[in-house]
Each structure stands twice: as C-alpha cells, then as structure tokens.
C-alpha cells in the first residue's frame, strides 16, 4: 500500500477518535449511535497508523507529501 494520508490528516483523524471515546465513556453518547461512532473512531485510528486510507484512493486524494 502506498501512503496517501499527511500528517495533519491523521492528527485530525485520532483528535476526532478521541473525542469519541471519551463521549463514550463518559456515557454521553449511547446505543445505536455510540456503537457507529466507536467503529468510526476505530477505523479512523487505524488508518492513521498505517497512513493509508481506501477513500482516498476511490476519490483520487493524497495528501501525503512525497
């Protein structure tokens, strides 16, 4: 897999995951949506850590800096 995300793109990213999680468990988002956002937040963090994003490629995006 070739790199697509910049830097800036995954700070945001595991900002936006943080947050969830700590809606989450300070117990202000529940059910149905909590379980969504969690997944989000997860896959979020994910591809942060590895600095590739399938979207990415669908759109034509990069913002990694070569």
Same mark, same amino acid.
């Given at each position: 897999?070739?790199?697509?995300?910049?830097?800036?793109?995954?700070? #945001?990213? =595991?900002?936006?995951? !943080?947050?969830? @999680?700590?809606?989450?468990?300070?117990?202000?988002?529940?059910? &149905?949506?909590?379980?969504?956002?969690?997944?989000?937040?997860? #896959?979020? =963090?994910?591809?942060? !850590?590895?600095? @590739?994003?399938?979207?990415?490629?669908?759109?034509?995006?990069? &913002?990694?800096?070569?």
């Amino acid at each position: 897999m070739k790199k697509n995300m910049g830097n800036s793109d995954k700070i #945001i990213r =595991v900002i936006i995951a !943080l947050v969830v @999680f700590g809606l989450y468990f300070a117990n202000i988002i529940t059910g &149905t949506l909590a379980i969504v956002l969690l997944v989000v937040a997860s #896959i979020f =963090v994910l591809t942060s !850590l590895i600095s @590739f994003c399938p979207l990415y490629t669908l759109f034509g995006l990069n &913002t990694c800096k070569k």
